[in-house]
């Protein structure tokens, strides 16, 4: 079927008058009531750990904690000092020294940094010591892998093995077998907790991760979630980016091109369904909190380095004057999550000013959106730095989770802490002199084991009704999740999360239109 041409100029007419109508602006678009496209242009495992299936020694990706013990001395590999020396090979326990990072270079060749930075090195004649500050051929190793037990070759194709004097030496120059108990080793995964972008691409290779990553941005947003939020009430996304966006279609190895596209897309959906969008840099240069979600290689913390900070600043830019005069921008979160233990606050100060006015250089209007520190740090901290003069706002990141504070709270306490712990902050940053307020993430989740339905309602309704009292809004983490109760979408379906109305949305007239879009689309 399709409809006749007049149907579609009065379609068209309609629409435009939707869209001059109820247009937002900063008087009649209220609060922010928002949800995270989370996992989606940042790659989080635990979101989709699907997306990790396909890739070959998958249990040994970029970051992995290993530690490595001779089956022949019974002795663990330790980098004395964390580093800076010849290896030995002498614990009877394992510990920081004795556990080493994975940088992963193919399914079968990899370098090994030690608690300290320095990675293992075969430089010096046959002694492997830890000393080499970056890592090149001569700090690449070849594993042949038989379960937990492991040969660790040079490219050169001799084999390390242990001495009876506990060096550890790359003189074994014949094929060992693995009853060649001196060149044999047993490998423990210590930790293997990065499943970001950097590992997903790393581990699948070039073109492979391009495969599964248009696949994946394809898929797992689409034009029906949007649709799907505003008819829920909601009138914003929070769209995590990474820097490497700011470089598409061609991006530093090992990224994968394409976010911009997506990006581009989300922002035409959001026109459609009458939604505003924030872009949130959620993964910076160097990764400024060591996570996953920053897509950090093993969980360094390198953004404050000033190469990274400028670099970042850059995307900033980039940001800022492709999308400043899109209708459906509402801002620009200019880091997210900032580690306390890391970042300094005279640095994030600094950058987050100097943020402030590229955004400024493009857009009057635009909100600026500075994230608190993750980790000790009160977000007053932003208040009383002067960041910047008109449409300012600071994140707040509320989860009843990540702390052992959480961990033996009952439902009825987890409750009362929204009451009598996040309402009072909420109301003080309220009324400080300095940037509106939003709660950019959190979770109808808990510690809580085998709550009910209506305990879930409860907790989330008293979310709702305090996040609701924040200046600027809030914004639900996230949009879909392997992880039920962090999924908005199975959370509303299935009555776990109630509240909100479509009919308080300023842009419900153009929803409709957005609806009618989206009919004929299909029809036609």
């Not at 990224?255 to 369904?273: E, H, K, P, T, V």
Request: hydrophobic residues 40%.
């Amino acid at each position: 079927m399709r409809l006749p041409r007049s149907g579609l100029f009065v379609f068209g007419v309609l629409l435009s008058a939707f869209r001059l109508a109820h247009s937002s602006t900063d008087n009649d678009f209220a609060k922010v009531r928002a949800v995270n496209l989370g996992g989606w242009l940042v790659v989080e495992g635990w979101i989709k750990p699907s997306l990790f299936d396909g890739i070959p020694n998958g249990d040994m990706l970029d970051g992995t904690q290993v530690q490595l013990k001779s089956v022949g001395l019974q002795k663990y590999l330790s980098a004395g000092d964390g580093g800076g020396g010849n290896l030995t090979v002498d614990r009877d326990a394992a510990s920081s020294w004795e556990t080493f990072k994975l940088w992963r270079i193919s399914m079968n060749e990899f370098q090994f940094r030690c608690f300290n930075g320095q990675f293992l090195t075969a430089s010096d004649g046959d002694v492997i010591s830890a000393t080499a500050d970056s890592p090149g051929d001569s700090e690449t190793f070849y594993i042949e892998r038989n379960n937990t037990l492991l040969h660790i070759k040079l490219l050169n194709g001799s084999y390390l093995q242990v001495t009876d004097n506990n060096q550890l030496t790359s003189n074994y120059t014949s094929q060992p077998g693995w009853d060649d108990d001196m060149a044999t080793f047993e490998m423990t995964i210590v930790a293997n907790n990065l499943h970001g972008d950097y590992q997903l691409a790393n581990g699948y290779g070039p073109e492979q991760a391009k495969s599964v990553l248009t696949e994946h941005r394809k898929n797992f947003v689409s034009r029906s979630d949007f649709l799907f939020m505003a008819q829920k009430g909601i009138n914003a996304a929070r769209i995590p980016v990474g820097w490497w966006i700011a470089y598409d279609p061609d991006p530093p190895a090992p990224f994968i091109g394409g976010s911009l596209n997506a990006l581009d897309r989300a922002f035409y959906w959001a026109q459609i369904y009458g939604l505003k969008c924030i872009i949130d840099l959620h993964a910076a240069p160097g990764s400024q909190n060591g996570m996953e979600h920053s897509a950090s290689r093993d969980g360094s913390v390198d953004w404050p380095l000033e190469a990274n900070i400028q670099k970042t600043l850059d995307v900033i830019n980039f940001l800022a004057q492709r999308y400043a005069d899109n209708p459906c921008l509402l801002g620009i979160e200019l880091l997210n999550e900032p580690s306390a233990a890391a970042v300094p606050l005279d640095t994030l100060v600094s950058y987050y000013k100097t943020g402030y006015q590229i955004v400024r250089s493009y857009s009057d209007t635009a909100y600026v959106i500075f994230c608190q520190r993750i980790g000790n740090a009160d977000p007053m901290e932003l208040y009383q730095a002067y960041l910047g003069a008109t449409n300012t706002v600071v994140d707040l990141h509320y989860y009843n989770l990540f702390d052992p504070y959480f961990e033996k709270l009952n439902a009825t306490e987890n409750i009362q802490f929204i009451y009598k712990n996040r309402l009072p902050q909420v109301q003080s940053l309220n009324s400080a002199n300095g940037p509106l307020v939003f709660i950019g993430e959190w979770v109808n989740e808990w510690n809580v084991t085998n709550a009910s339905q209506v305990q879930y309602q409860l907790f989330g309704n008293a979310q709702l009704e305090v996040y609701g009292e924040a200046s600027f809004g809030w914004s639900y983490w996230t949009l879909k999740c392997n992880s039920v109760h962090w999924d908005y979408e199975w959370n509303i379906k299935n009555r776990y999360l109630i509240g909100g109305s479509l009919l308080i949305s300023p842009s419900y007239m153009l929803l409709v239109a957005g609806c009618l879009m989206h009919l004929f689309s299909i029809l036609t």
